[in-house]
Every structure is written in C-alpha cells, then in structure tokens.
C-alpha cells in the first residue's frame, strides 16, 4: 500500500506534466489527503478497541488463573504449596514427572469471597430458624393455656397445659348434652364431675336447662 507521500508526489508529477490542471492537481491533493486522515482515524480507533479488548481478556484470564499450586513428592511423598512461577523452576530442575499435582489454588481474595459468602447463607439460615422458633413458641403460647369455643366466641384457661380439647366444637358440646339428657340421675352426676363437662358448666356453656 503506497504512502500519502507517494501519492502526493504522483498526482504532483502529473501536474508537472501537465497532465492535469493546476485545480484538479489541488482537488486531488485535498481528497488523498482528507482520504490518509479518514483511515488514520479509523486505524487508531481499531487500534484502541483492539487494546480494550486486550486488557479485558487480560484481567479475565487474571481472575481464572490459579494463584498457587499444590503437589507432592513422590519419591518423599512431601507435599508443598507454591507459587506458579516457583513450579516452573521446580519442573525445570526436577522435572514435573516427579511430582503429582493435588489441587490449583486461586488467591486468597475468592476464598475470602466464598467464606462471606457462606457466612450470609449461615446468618440466612439462623434468621429462618428463629422465625421457626418464634412461631412455635406462639403457637404453643396460644394453644396450651386455653380452651376455644367458637361457637359461644369464649375463650377460657386450662387447668393444666395440655394440646386436649384446646378448640371445643359444636359437635362435641352437642354430644355431651346428648350424653347428659339420656343419662339417669347418677350418671349424669358422673358425666358433670368429667373435667371439660365440668369447666362448660362453670363457664355457663352448658346449664341444666340444655
């Protein structure tokens, strides 16, 4: 590819020559001119994405490659950490076959990563368990002391903490009445003394009249 010297000097002997006139001697100087510019530009512009990408493959290949490497002996059957560029020299001066390669080990800066990493899911996990057992307590604390009776819109405690008849139904308030009305006098003094029986009967849930 010629020069815009070259170029210029052509055109210039073209001029000389007479070949062409002294206007078009000076249009055709200004277009190689402006045209050298263009690709000057152009080339530098490549150039500096060329570089760009340069770096970033670069600083990638940074990040990949391993910062350290670990083997053992296998004659000693010692096993060491180095440095890449130490086991370059060690592989020159005793050769790789005698040794064998355990683990690439990246810098410290990833480990670091990966061990806040872990801690976040740990204190990730720790908060899901307290709210587990935040939950439980409450529920326990709302279930264990009280009897429930929707059906009257009651609530009452319990003579004892116990999951027993901690929501008591229509149904079963039903069943005891029914029990109660086809008993004799006995045993319906017997069925009164049953502790549920007998905590609706203080209540006022249950009453003589049912």
């Known amino acids: 590819m010629k020069t815009i010297s070259e ?16 206007a078009e001697y000076n249009n055709i100087k200004a277009s190689i001119i402006e045209k050298f510019k263009n690709n000057d530009e152009t080339n530098q512009k490549n150039i500096a994405i060329e570089q760009k990408e340069i770096k970033t493959t670069n600083n990638t290949l940074s990040e990949q490659k391993p910062h350290s490497i670990t ?3 296998k004659k000693s059957k010692r ?21 064998e390669i355990i683990s690439y080990n990246k810098k410290k800066e990833d480990d670091n990563k990966n061990e806040s990493s872990s801690n976040e899911n740990e204190a990730s996990n720790k908060n899901k368990y307290l709210k587990w057992v935040i939950a439980i307590v409450l529920f326990l604390s709302l279930t264990l002391p009280f009897h429930y ?21 229509k149904r079963q308030i039903d069943i005891i009445i029914e029990r109660h009305n086809n008993a004799n006098y006995f045993e319906k003094l017997m069925i009164r003394e049953e502790p549920l029986t ?13």
């Open 7 to 22: 170029k210029l000097n052509e055109v210039k002997d073209l001029f000389d020559k007479g070949v062409i006139s002294e």
């Open 71 to 73: 083997v053992k002996h």
């Open 79 to 99: 096993i060491e950490t180095v440095n890449l560029r130490m086991w370059e020299k060690m592989k020159k001066e005793y050769g790789e076959s005698n040794y």
């Open 149 to 169: 009776v929707p059906s009257h819109f009651r609530v009452f405690p319990k003579d004892n903490l116990t999951f027993s008849n901690t929501i008591i139904t």
């Open 198 to 210: 007998k905590k609706l009967f203080e209540k006022g849930i249950l009453t003589t009249d049912n």
